[in-house]
C-alpha cells in the first residue's frame, strides 16, 4: 500500500454525528487524495491536496471537510454524517518528492463508514 | 466533463482462456490513462500509466495498449489469481476520473 494507512479501518455511527478519518503517509508525496466509493460509480473524488494547508473541491464535496496540517497527514471529516454517506472511503497520494511530473496515484487500504 | 465507461461490467473466464477489456474515455486534455487492479477489501493496486496513442505496457500476462478514443487491457492465458476488479482512469490536471471497473473471474 505504499506506506499509506487509514485509520479507523471500519466504523458503525448514528446520523448526524461528526466522523474524521484519517490517512497517513510515510512517503513524503506532494498530493493526497480522497475518494468514496460506490457499486455502480466507482471511485469519485471528494477533495484533494496539493500541499500543507493547500486543498480543492473533488466531485463530490457537499458534506465533507479536509485539512492537511502536515506533509503525512490528511483528515477528511464529515461535520454531521448522513446514511447517503455510507461508503468505503479511500485516501491516494502521488507526486514523489524528486519528480513532480509522476502522476501515478498509490492508494490505501479504506476505511468502510457505515452511517446508521 | 471527463468520462470514463468500461466495458463489460463483468467478464467470467475459464482459466487459459484469453480476452480483453475495454475503457472508453472523453477527457478536455489526457495527461495519461491508468489501469489498476482491486482485490475484494483493498485498495486498487496501480498496473499501468500510458500516455500516448500507440503506446503499450506489459506485466505478466496483462497488456494494456492505448489510442485516441480508447484503451484495452488484453489479458493472456489468465489463472484464476487473476480474478479481480480491473479499473481504468484518466488524468486530467492531477485528478483522476474512473470508471465503474470490470469484474473479471477466471475459473479453474
Known amino acids: 500500500d505504499a506506506g499509506i494507512t487509514q485509520s479507523p479501518r471500519h466504523k458503525v455511527t448514528e446520523t448526524g454525528t461528526p466522523v474524521t478519518l484519517r490517512c497517513h503517509q510515510t512517503e513524503n508525496h506532494r498530493y493526497m487524495y480522497w475518494y468514496r466509493q460506490d457499486p455502480g460509480h466507482g471511485l469519485r473524488l471528494i477533495h484533494y491536496?496539493?500541499?500543507?494547508?493547500?486543498?480543492d473541491k473533488g466531485e463530490v464535496s457537499d458534506g465533507y471537510s479536509v485539512s492537511r496540517s502536515k506533509t503525512e497527514d490528511f483528515l477528511l471529516t464529515l461535520e454531521s454524517a448522513t446514511s447517503s454517506q455510507t461508503s468505503v472511503y479511500f485516501c491516494?497520494?502521488?507526486?514523489?518528492?524528486?519528480?513532480?511530473?509522476?502522476?501515478?496515484?498509490?492508494f490505501g487500504p479504506g476505511t468502510r463508514l457505515t452511517v446508521l | 466533463e471527463d468520462q470514463v465507461t468500461q466495458s463489460p461490467e463483468a467478464l467470467r473466464l475459464q482459466e487459459g482462456e484469453s480476452s480483453s477489456l475495454n475503457c472508453s474515455y472523453t477527457v478536455s486534455g489526457l495527461r495519461g490513462l491508468f489501469w489498476y487492479r482491486q482485490d475484494p477489501g483493498k485498495g486498487p493496486e496501480f498496473l499501468f500509466t500510458?500516455?500516448?496513442a500507440g503506446e503499450e505496457k506489459e506485466k505478466e500476462r496483462l497488456k494494456a495498449t492505448l489510442t485516441k478514443k480508447e484503451s484495452f487491457l488484453h489479458i493472456t492465458a489468465p489463472k484464476p489469481e487473476d480474478s479481480a476488479t480491473y479499473l481504468c482512469?484518466?488524468?486530467?490536471?492531477?485528478?483522476?476520473?474512473f470508471g465503474a471497473g470490470t469484474t473479471v473471474t477466471v475459473r479453474a
Open positions: 491536496s496539493y500541499g500543507v494547508k493547500d486543498t
Open positions: 500510458l500516455y500516448s
Open positions: 482512469a484518466v488524468q486530467n490536471d492531477y485528478k483522476l476520473s
Open positions: 491516494a497520494i502521488s507526486g514523489p518528492p524528486g519528480a513532480p511530473t509522476r502522476n501515478e496515484q498509490f
